[in-house]
């Protein structure tokens, strides 16, 4: 769980009067954004022979993002928290900016892992990963806050590890990621 507090002022001021009475507000979001993430997950390997491993894992993630504020976007007028009209440096009190993203997800992971001689391994694997999604602070298309879905990921690897020689360590993979927002 992550609580912040943003609050990030921008002042424009003039080249030829740069002084804070002459200051216009560039940007100022005014947030209290909290996420909660939580997961439970196992993984177990299975012996099946001296040389041969299996490997199987599950997860199941849930996230939320929340943030309650105001955006003032650009030059005013805007109030400040008190209600007068805003000047430098005071925090400019905007549109709602608020914001709710939720998403839950299993993911998995399965491996094997063959011992072809003392000091040299093959293995492989497929497993599924997950990226909660959000929102942006401002989608001018919507004149709101800009939400994004979660990604999802497939990782497909293969590889080599292996002592060749008593001072020749050789270590490959090859790997192909299918990844996609849903």
């Given at each position: 769980r992550e609580a912040i507090h943003e609050s990030d002022h921008n002042w424009n001021a003039p080249i030829a009067t740069p002084t804070y009475a002459d200051s216009q507000n560039g940007i100022?979001?005014?947030n209290q954004t909290v996420h909660a993430s939580s997961g439970v997950f196992a993984q177990a390997t299975w012996h099946v022979t001296d040389r041969l491993n299996l490997t199987a894992g599950a997860r199941e993630s849930k996230d939320e993002v929340r943030r309650d504020g105001t955006f003032a976007a650009g030059p005013g007028p805007w109030p400040d928290p008190q209600g007068n009209t805003c000047v430098a440096p005071s925090d400019c009190i905007?549109?709602?900016?608020?914001?709710?993203q939720s998403a839950k997800k299993p993911t998995w992971r399965l491996g094997a892992d063959y011992q072809v001689a003392p000091n040299q391994m093959i293995y492989a694997s497929v497993a599924t990963g997950y990226k909660a999604g959000g929102f942006n602070d401002f989608d001018p298309s919507t004149g709101g806050s800009g939400a994004y879905a979660p990604e999802q990921l497939t990782a497909y690897e293969a590889g080599y590890k292996g002592r060749l020689l008593p001072n020749l360590q050789y270590n490959t993979d090859v790997f192909y990621y299918d990844y996609s927002s849903s």
């Open positions: 100022d979001p005014v905007g549109t709602p900016n608020n914001g709710y």
